[in-house]
């Protein structure tokens, strides 16, 4: 490029941004030097650090009034404000430059979504010395609507939580304040606007149709989100105007909170989440002794699936154990098993443990504030990592990854296998409860990937013990009359401005259904076949089977009989073991009333399915694990795995050693061996005669399968020592 295209260029840039007549760009520039953006912010909130981070990006000059001073200006449900006013006057005062444009705004509850150089321009061509935020609702004083100038189009009522102005215009605005800290900002700059002397000396307007300033209360509707390149910007539907200053007044702090995980720049398609890189805690370089200590709480207050694995999983966290204490909280007394057998074997190595068992008949939500309390009296706790029984971590890094987060509340987000239910809610019905965001789906479908402020999380997060301490002071977060333990604390954790976060930036697991758990068997987890698919195929399928079909590893020992890993040493383990406990095996004999005709040809000493209910269990089994193998192995041939019988058999030297040769009643028949041969019995096995081949050594675990009919007559090799368990079923009779 030549010298000269560049000037033009920059010329053009200029002239687009619709300067008005005669400024030049370094005019410009220096003019939006003069802005000066001016607001009170007595803590520094999370709300407050999101302003700056905005005000930041786009370099922003931001004078901050009124730190460490006391609150006494009201909230948001009442007037108030009148403090803001009495601190901005006082600086003004200070201030000498008289070309200097202030910009007066909120920042808990405000974001930038542009730059100074578009908030210049639109404020020069509103023509006015003062500009005012504008509303749909007129407040605190409706009476006072009638005295308001009408206005062509947009909104007729003045905002105080954003006004733009020179500086002695404003000077003298707020000269006239001599009101208390607790009066209403918004009425006293209400009545200077409604004075129409006063408004034309002031020479003040109102910014109605949000070309500057958007304020949300009333304006939900009319707001969304519009992404441009590396940027998001939120546009006012009903005035078509891109808003300079994003302000979530009144109740509609929610609304500011899901805007602001897009607006500015926080994600965008094109960055993904910028957020998430900012302002880390890294624990790479630090020694074991140097970690976090962290009271880990685990919440037991229903009967679930998976306890053991829960506590499996709690055990390989990866975390020095010496930097996590305990506390466990357990409702339930069908669980006490579990739990004290981890305790037993584990608990010493963490660096303390508290424990309250069921017999101390304490609520939910007095163990929740127990479990807060062992974190925030020990003035080392540094974090509180809840974590529910229901929540299944799959990343041992979780606890790890949520620290270098360095947030507030940050839980990681999980959903119940292959469905939408997830343990953070984007938004909040205005009862209270749970709302869809916009954005829920693409959340958890990990559609867009990054952390995102949200209005409720439960079951896992990790918690800033300093906000034990601070904000969440109170003794008591989780009673409430009409909430939830968890409703009540996150409503506590929103109404003190902390903000809860979700990320999804890694898969961390996911949550169990606890619905349906039955607790009448000896192992109830056997039967979450239907409720908790992902957790039973991982605690009772083989670990190999998945790989079976693609590294051929179905064996063919006999003609037409294969042989292939189905399931863990926990679940033959489970599976003899609850047949055992049930115990009425048959007596082996040709009579047999549970079966059609009342009459069985080669009788074993076993237990049917249906007899301890798993008919139901066990087909869907065969229908997701077997049949799949089956229509590998017989092309062509599929199936619905049905059977009339299925059932564990067991052989002994001195009840039932062997069974004479037979053809079984079924297409095809899966025999799994259910325990090892050598420590558990000796001999065994299975002969087919045709063709004089035997399977003498059974696997644990390992599934034969071969036809029923015809072909495949067959008999049970003789058990000479210990005791022999086979599950079989005739497949298709
Ligand atoms: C802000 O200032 C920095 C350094 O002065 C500059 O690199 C950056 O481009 C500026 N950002 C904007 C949005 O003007
Ligand atoms: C307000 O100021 C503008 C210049 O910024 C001027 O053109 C306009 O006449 C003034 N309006 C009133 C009512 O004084
Ligand atoms: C699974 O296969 C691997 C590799 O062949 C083997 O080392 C491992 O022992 C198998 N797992 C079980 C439980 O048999």
């Given at each position: 490029?030549?010298?000269?295209?560049?000037?033009?260029?920059?010329?053009?840039?200029?002239?687009?941004?619709?300067?008005?007549?005669?400024?030049?760009?370094?005019?410009?520039?220096?003019?939006?030097?003069?802005?000066?953006?001016?607001?009170?912010?007595?803590?520094?909130?999370?709300?407050?650090?999101?302003?700056?981070?905005?005000?930041?990006?786009?370099?922003?000059?931001?004078?901050?009034?009124?730190?460490?001073?006391?609150?006494?200006?009201?909230?948001?449900?009442?007037?108030?404000?009148?403090?803001?006013?009495?601190?901005?006057?006082?600086?003004?005062?200070?201030?000498?430059?008289?070309?200097?444009?202030?910009?007066?705004?909120?920042?808990?509850?405000?974001?930038?979504?542009?730059?100074?150089?578009?908030?210049?321009?639109?404020?020069?061509?509103?023509?006015?010395k003062v500009v005012f935020s504008s509303e749909t609702l007129i407040w605190p004083d409706r009476h006072l609507e009638d005295k308001h100038p009408?206005?062509?189009?947009?909104?007729?009522?003045?905002?105080?939580?954003?006004?733009?102005?020179?500086?002695?215009?404003?000077?003298?605005?707020?000269?006239?304040?001599?009101?208390?800290?607790?009066?209403?900002?918004?009425?006293?700059?209400?009545?200077?606007?409604?004075?129409?002397?006063?408004?034309?000396?002031?020479?003040?307007?109102?910014?109605?149709?949000?070309?500057?300033?958007?304020?949300?209360?009333?304006?939900?509707?009319?707001?969304?989100?519009?992404?441009?390149?590396?940027?998001?910007?939120?546009?006012?539907?009903?005035?078509?105007?891109?808003?300079?200053?994003?302000?979530?007044?009144?109740?509609?702090?929610?609304?500011?909170?899901?805007?602001?995980?897009?607006?500015?720049?926080?994600?965008?398609?094109?960055?993904?989440?910028?957020?998430?890189?900012?302002?880390?805690?890294?624990?790479?370089?630090?020694?074991?002794?140097?970690?976090?200590?962290?009271?880990?709480?685990?919440?037991?207050?229903?009967?679930?699936?998976?306890?053991?694995?829960?506590?499996?999983?709690?055990?390989?966290?990866?975390?020095?154990?010496?930097?996590?204490?305990?506390?466990?909280?357990?409702?339930?007394?069908?669980?006490?098993?579990?739990?004290?057998?981890?305790?037993?074997?584990?608990?010493?190595?963490?660096?303390?443990?508290?424990?309250?068992?069921?017999?101390?008949?304490?609520?939910?939500?007095?163990?929740?504030?127990?479990?807060?309390?062992?974190?925030?009296?020990?003035?080392?706790?540094?974090?509180?990592?809840?974590?529910?029984?229901?929540?299944?971590?799959?990343?041992?890094?979780?606890?790890?990854?949520?620290?270098?987060?360095?947030?507030?509340?940050?839980?990681?987000?999980?959903?119940?296998?292959?469905?939408?239910?997830?343990?953070?809610?984007?938004?909040?019905?205005?009862?209270?409860?749970?709302?869809?965001?916009?954005?829920?789906?693409?959340?958890?479908?990990?559609?867009?990937?990054?952390?995102?402020?949200?209005?409720?999380?439960?079951?896992?997060?990790?918690?800033?013990?300093?906000?034990?301490?601070?904000?969440?002071?109170?003794?008591?977060?989780?009673?409430?009359?009409?909430?939830?333990?968890?409703?009540?604390?996150?409503?506590?954790?929103?109404?003190?401005?902390?903000?809860?976060?979700?990320?999804?930036?890694?898969?961390?697991?996911?949550?169990?259904?606890?619905?349906?758990?039955?607790?009448?068997?000896?192992?109830?987890?056997?039967?979450?076949?239907?409720?908790?698919?992902?957790?039973?195929?991982?605690?009772?399928?083989?670990?190999?089977?998945?790989?079976?079909?693609?590294?051929?590893?179905?064996?063919?020992?006999?003609?037409?009989?294969?042989?292939?890993?189905?399931?863990?040493?926990?679940?033959?383990?489970?599976?003899?073991?609850?047949?055992?406990?049930?115990?009425?095996?048959?007596?082996?004999?040709?009579?047999?009333?549970?079966?059609?005709?009342?009459?069985?040809?080669?009788?074993?000493?076993?237990?049917?399915?249906?007899?301890?209910?798993?008919?139901?269990?066990?087909?869907?089994?065969?229908?997701?694990?077997?049949?799949?193998?089956?229509?590998?192995?017989?092309?062509?041939?599929?199936?619905?795995?049905?059977?009339?019988?299925?059932?564990?058999?067991?052989?002994?030297?001195?009840?039932?050693?062997?069974?004479?040769?037979?053809?079984?009643?079924?297409?095809?028949?899966?025999?799994?061996?259910?325990?090892?041969?050598?420590?558990?019995?000796?001999?065994?096995?299975?002969?087919?005669?045709?063709?004089?081949?035997?399977?003498?050594?059974?696997?644990?675990?390992?599934?034969?399968?071969?036809?029923?009919?015809?072909?495949?007559?067959?008999?049970?090799?003789?058990?000479?020592?210990?005791?022999?368990?086979?599950?079989?079923?005739?497949?298709?009779?």
């Open positions: 490029m030549q010298l000269w295209q560049v000037l033009s260029a920059v010329f053009l840039a200029c002239a687009l941004a619709l300067l008005p007549l005669g400024v030049d760009c370094d005019e410009q520039q220096l003019r939006e030097d003069k802005i000066v953006v001016v607001t009170v912010a007595t803590k520094e909130t999370d709300g407050f650090k999101r302003f700056m981070r905005s005000a930041k990006h786009f370099n922003y000059t931001v004078k901050v009034l009124g730190r460490g001073q006391k609150w006494k200006g009201g909230d948001y449900l009442s007037p108030g404000g009148g403090q803001k006013v009495r601190i901005l006057k006082a600086a003004l005062e200070e201030m000498k430059d008289e070309d200097k444009i202030i910009l007066f705004i909120d920042s808990y509850d405000v974001i930038f979504a542009s730059s100074p150089k578009e908030l210049l321009k639109k404020f020069l061509q509103a023509q006015h009408h206005v062509r189009e947009g909104n007729r009522f003045l905002g105080s939580g954003g006004f733009i102005g020179y500086l002695p215009n404003i000077k003298r605005m707020v000269a006239e304040w001599t009101g208390e800290d607790d009066d209403s900002d918004q009425l006293f700059f209400t009545k200077i606007y409604i004075n129409p002397e006063k408004r034309k000396s002031i020479n003040m307007t109102l910014d109605s149709k949000c070309r500057l300033f958007q304020n949300l209360h009333g304006a939900l509707d009319e707001v969304v989100l519009k992404f441009e390149d590396r940027h998001v910007r939120a546009r006012n539907l009903l005035y078509d105007t891109l808003p300079v200053i994003i302000h979530g007044n009144g109740p509609t702090k929610l609304q500011l909170n899901y805007l602001g995980n897009y607006i500015p720049n926080t994600w965008t398609f094109e960055t993904g989440c910028t957020l998430c890189q900012e302002d880390l805690r890294p624990l790479g370089n630090l020694k074991e002794s140097e970690y976090p200590l962290v009271v880990i709480g685990v919440f037991i207050q229903q009967p679930t699936p998976f306890v053991t694995v829960f506590f499996e999983r709690l055990l390989k966290l990866q975390y020095p154990k010496n930097r996590l204490k305990l506390f466990i909280f357990n409702k339930e007394p069908h669980h006490e098993r579990e739990v004290s057998s981890f305790l037993q074997e584990h608990g010493s190595l963490y660096l303390d443990v508290k424990f309250i068992g069921p017999e101390e008949e304490m609520d939910g939500a007095t163990a929740r504030n127990l479990g807060f309390d062992m974190c925030r009296k020990q003035k080392d706790c540094d974090y509180f990592f809840n974590l529910d029984i229901e929540v299944v971590l799959k990343n041992e890094n979780t606890l790890k990854i949520l620290i270098e987060q360095n947030l507030p509340i940050v839980a990681p987000l999980l959903t119940r296998s292959g469905r939408l239910w997830s343990n953070f809610w984007g938004a909040i019905s205005a009862e209270g409860y749970y709302a869809r965001s916009e954005d829920y789906v693409e959340l958890v479908q990990g559609r867009r990937v990054g952390i995102w402020n949200v209005p409720y999380v439960t079951s896992v997060y990790l918690m800033k013990a300093g906000l034990l301490r601070s904000e969440l002071s109170d003794d008591d977060l989780f009673h409430s009359h009409s909430l939830d333990a968890d409703m009540a604390f996150c409503e506590r954790v929103r109404n003190k401005g902390v903000f809860m976060y979700v990320s999804n930036m890694d898969t961390f697991g996911r949550i169990l259904s606890t619905e349906n758990y039955q607790t009448s068997h000896l192992h109830n987890d056997l039967w979450q076949i239907f409720e908790n698919p992902e957790d039973w195929q991982e605690r009772y399928i083989h670990e190999n089977y998945t790989h079976i079909m693609k590294d051929k590893l179905i064996e063919t020992p006999c003609p037409d009989v294969y042989w292939f890993p189905i399931f863990s040493d926990i679940a033959c383990n489970h599976l003899v073991e609850e047949m055992e406990h049930f115990g009425k095996w048959s007596g082996g004999a040709n009579v047999d009333t549970r079966i059609q005709g009342g009459y069985e040809n080669v009788p074993t000493i076993d237990i049917h399915m249906n007899q301890v209910n798993y008919d139901k269990e066990w087909h869907q089994f065969l229908l997701e694990y077997i049949a799949p193998v089956t229509e590998k192995m017989y092309p062509g041939y599929y199936t619905k795995a049905h059977f009339d019988l299925a059932f564990v058999v067991r052989y002994k030297p001195d009840e039932q050693p062997f069974l004479r040769p037979h053809h079984d009643a079924s297409t095809f028949t899966i025999n799994i061996a259910l325990n090892q041969r050598g420590p558990d019995y000796q001999g065994g096995g299975c002969r087919f005669l045709r063709y004089d081949c035997s399977v003498e050594a059974p696997r644990k675990g390992w599934a034969l399968m071969h036809p029923g009919r015809l072909t495949h007559y067959h008999e049970g090799l003789p058990t000479t020592a210990g005791v022999r368990y086979i599950a079989v079923s005739f497949v298709d009779p």
